[in-house]
Nanobody
Framework: QVQLLESGGGLVQAGGSLRLSCAAS????????MGWFRQAPGKERAFVAH????????YYADSVKGRFAISRDNAKNTVYLQMNSLKPEDTAVYYC?????????????????WGQGTQVTVSS
């Protein structure tokens, strides 16, 4: 069992930066690959980024590639999402999730555990 708690969201102007954190409980955190997703009002939850359990491999949605960076610190049971050059279309609730080790990394159904989400609002 893994419990996840996101933090770091807020209101930022376009072009600004935010760093989201996701703190995990449970001794098995380091064995999970992790992902970030986001959900804008009226839209489905969408893949943002994924990182393997050792952090050696990352994947990004095309819409955030080159602007966002996912990382993790297994000693702190925390995964991060550094978001730079933010755009109004990045406005959404951001969720971290623990990957079940099967299925496509970009699919919501491939993740077993989810946090409650943190709101990111980018003003123009």
């Amino acid at each position: 069992q893994v419990q996840l708690l996101e933090s770091g969201g807020g209101l930022v102007q376009a072009g600004g930066s935010l760093r989201l954190s996701c703190a995990a409980s449970g001794r098995t955190f380091s064995s999970y690959a992790m992902g970030w997703f986001r959900q804008a009002p009226g839209k489905e939850r969408a893949f943002v980024a994924h990182i393997t359990w050792m952090g050696g491999i990352t994947y990004y949605a095309d819409s955030v590639k080159g602007r966002f960076a996912i990382s993790r610190d297994n000693a702190k049971n925390t995964v991060y999402l550094q978001m730079n050059s933010l755009k109004p279309e990045d406005t959404a609730v951001y969720y971290c999730a623990a990957y079940r080790s099967s299925g496509s990394y970009y699919r919501v159904s491939s993740y077993d555990y989810w946090g409650q989400g943190t709101q990111v609002t980018v003003s123009s």
